[in-house]
């Protein structure tokens, strides 16, 4: 029966669901708003996320997973819960495989966490797939074969970076500096150099339309709203794309140097491999301009961006189940 394959990747900022032989069909922010009061939900999804920051003392917008980690099991279950719901629109599966994407560097007691909500949502059989192994297989790398690949998945959360052959990891780590860490970046700059206040939803606009990790050719600027510290008013001020280099500078320093720390300890033969082939980056947070270059000229080696990256770890998740299916025949 079609799309009984379903793969989820389980983001800290949104969740992407493909379903086999049709694609990404949902991608939304993980974010639920509930009712504290009758501890009832209010709105999971797209929904939820415009009510961040926005909402009267009853109702709060949270984010059930932190750094790629189920921090509220209970609701992160009952999002799963829709979300496969949504997903599936009309036609009700029967009890579908799920495959689900975690960081690498999770525990076991993560994992087990992630394994039990899924199955509570209803999945009849469920695989947990590491985070660099499902980008890379979404960024069309075939990691059957005896060959070094070297992959940067940066999200929200958390930033996977790993060296990949024979449909395996060699070597990776997982740091916990990713998109959210360049948005919390811009909120403590303007603080600190323009005394305003601005909020994570602004600060993620800034990120998009100007952020920068190496100097662009033109200088761009926007104007940004917020609370001036001092006076306590509202206040509009331009920040230009230099300054948000600065920003974030310390942030994306960090990831290059995880990427550097993974390339000491790679075997010599499957370094070759990745010199010759170059770095790809995937996930949401690869789309701050300039990444790309930043990391070329840390390390030497090509670095290029998957081509849709948002899209790379849900894609490879759902193709991971038709990859192990393909094993057991």
Known sequence: MLGSDIG???????????????????????????????????????????????????????????????????????????????????????????????????????????????????????????????????????????CGNMIVDIGGGTSDIAVISLGGTVVSTSIKIAGDDFDEAIVRYMRKKHNLLIGERTAEDIKIKIGTAYRRPETISIDVRGRNLVTGLPKTISVTSEETEEALQETTSQIVEAVHSVLEKTPPELAADIADRGIVLTGGGS???????????????????????????????????????????
């Open 287 to 329: 789309l701050l301009y300039g990444l790309e270059e930043l990391i070329e000229e840390k390390t030497g080696i090509t670095t290029m961006t998957a081509e849709d990256p948002m899209t790379a770890v849900a894609i490879g998740t759902g193709k991971y189940v038709e990859f192990l299916s393909g094993k057991r025949d």
């Open 8 to 146: 989820i990747d389980l983001g800290t900022a949104s969740i992407l669901v493909y379903i086999k032989g049709k694609g990404v069909v949902l991608r939304e922010p993980s974010v639920v708003a509930f009712d504290r009061d009758t501890n009832k939900i209010k709105a999971i999804g797209e929904e939820a996320r415009l009510m961040i920051g926005r909402t009267p003392g009853n109702i709060i917008a949270v984010r059930p997973l932190r750094q790629g980690v189920i921090s509220d099991y209970t609701v992160t279950e009952k999002m799963l819960k829709y979300f496969i719901q949504k997903a599936g629109g009309k036609q009700r599966f029967r009890k579908p495989r799920i495959s689900v994407c975690v960081p690498s560097g999770v525990t076991e007691v993560e994992k087990k966490a992630v394994e039990d909500a899924t199955y509570n949502a209803g999945a009849r059989e469920v695989a947990i797939i590491e985070e660099p192994i499902a980008a890379a297989i979404g960024a069309g790398i075939d990691i059957s074969k005896p």
